[in-house]
């Protein structure tokens, strides 16, 4: 893939701000969202491969938000990430379609060498050979 660009989706301003700083450090683009329907606006203009989705967001919540994004995208890697971890919080989020789950806090390089597989494979997939929008 040409362009490693992440969509990150967090009602916290403050992590959203951190979290794009590091991904930029680390040659991402990076799309910020603070609720579900910004994150779709863009998703509606944009193709994004690789997602970072709160849990808990004003409206629609995260596992709401992956559930809209799968109806129509099988194909971009979403993880989940939250401050509430349980075990059927876990299997809600595998059932809605995340790929994988981190609970914060979480160290960014984790979350940025979540990406950096997640284009690897992307690219093991021959993705850019047919975009979807």
């Given at each position: 893939m040409d362009e490693k660009k992440v969509l990150i989706v967090d009602d916290e301003s403050s992590i959203l701000a951190m979290l794009k700083e590091a991904f930029n450090q680390d040659g991402y683009t990076v799309r910020t969202a603070e609720n579900a329907e910004d994150a779709l606006k863009i998703l509606k203009d944009e193709t994004i491969r690789v997602?970072?989705?709160?849990?808990?967001?004003?409206?629609?919540?995260?596992?709401?938000?992956?559930?809209?994004?799968?109806?129509?995208?099988?194909?971009?890697?979403?993880?989940?990430?939250?401050?509430?971890?349980?075990?059927?919080?876990?299997?809600?989020?595998?059932?809605a379609g995340f790929d994988d789950f981190f609970v914060k806090p979480v160290e960014i390089n984790v979350l940025i060498k979540a990406a950096a597989d997640a284009f690897e494979k992307l690219t093991r997939w021959k993705v850019n050979d047919y975009t979807v929008k």
């Open positions: 997602m970072f989705l709160d849990l808990k967001l004003p409206g629609v919540s995260g596992i709401d938000l992956c559930r809209r994004i799968r109806a129509t995208d099988q194909i971009s890697i979403v993880h989940a990430f939250t401050g509430y971890s349980t075990y059927y919080g876990l299997m809600e989020c595998r059932t």
